[in-house]
């Protein structure tokens, strides 16, 4: 079946504007995650949705960064007034359900802030 | 702080050779440890993934060996060969749906 997709593939701004990432999970996965990877780094957790629980947002770095799902499908992180240090690739990966719980990534989004 | 820590940082291994890579973690209430593949400009693909009751998992060429004792697990791939050249993540999960705790990667290039 499909995989997570996600939109814009890229995404080039203007230093203090704001952007809208996009995600669509795999039908029927519950839970949702947003992950940052930026240039030589590992992949840094931002935001997990798990249904109607509350989102955790332990990872968002500042709140310039929100996310939000909605109808428990479609996931979009928006990030306001953004600064060079916003550029990286933004994952979303979405979970199964049993037995594993294995999370599936999207092939990301590439933001790059001038 | 690292919760995972991952080495070496690039690999280099000859066509047929085999490639091992390691990970660490310190949290004992991790039960879930997958490895992920990358390629440039792809997202990452699960590639293999072990819970702490077993002391290893096989699936073709590539092979988990985890240690509960010491904390460690490593990634083998038998037989590299050129287009397994990418990088490579190990993690860790704490809980059912939880987040995952990433190493830094290791880049690595087999050379035919």
């Known amino acids: 079946g499909a995989g997570v997709s996600q939109s814009p593939s890229n995404k080039v701004t203007e230093k203090g504007k704001d952007v809208e990432l996009r995600c669509d999970p795999i039908s029927g996965h519950t839970a949702l995650y947003w992950y940052r990877q930026s240039l030589g780094q590992g992949l840094e957790f931002l935001i997990y949705?798990?249904?109607?629980?509350?989102?955790?947002k332990s990872g968002l770095p500042s709140d310039r960064f929100s996310a939000e799902r909605t109808g428990g499908s479609v996931s979009t992180l928006t990030i306001q007034r953004t600064q060079q240090e916003d550029s990286a690739v933004y994952l979303c990966?979405?979970?199964?359900?049993?037995?594993?719980?294995?999370?599936?990534f999207g092939p990301g989004t590439r933001l790059t802030v001038t | 702080q690292q919760q995972v820590k991952q080495s070496p940082q690039s690999l280099i291994v000859q066509k047929g050779g085999i490639s091992i890579i390691n990970c660490a973690y310190e949290?004992?209430?991790?039960?879930?440890f997958p490895w992920y593949q990358q390629f440039p400009g792809k997202g990452p693909a699960l590639l293999i993934a072990i819970r702490p009751d077993v002391s290893e998992k096989k699936e073709g060429r590539f092979t988990i060996s985890f240690n509960k004792s010491a904390k460690q697990f490593s990634l083998h791939i038998m037989d590299s060969q050129p287009g397994d050249s990418a990088t490579y993540f190990c993690?860790?999960?704490?809980?059912?749906?939880?987040?995952?705790?990433f190493g830094r990667g290791t880049q690595l290039t087999v050379w035919p």
């Open positions: 949290n004992t209430a991790f039960d879930y």
């Open positions: 990966a979405s979970s199964s359900d049993r037995p594993y719980y294995e999370q599936y």
């Open positions: 993690a860790a999960r704490g809980s059912t749906l939880g987040r995952l705790y």
């Open positions: 949705f798990q249904g109607n629980s509350a989102p955790d």
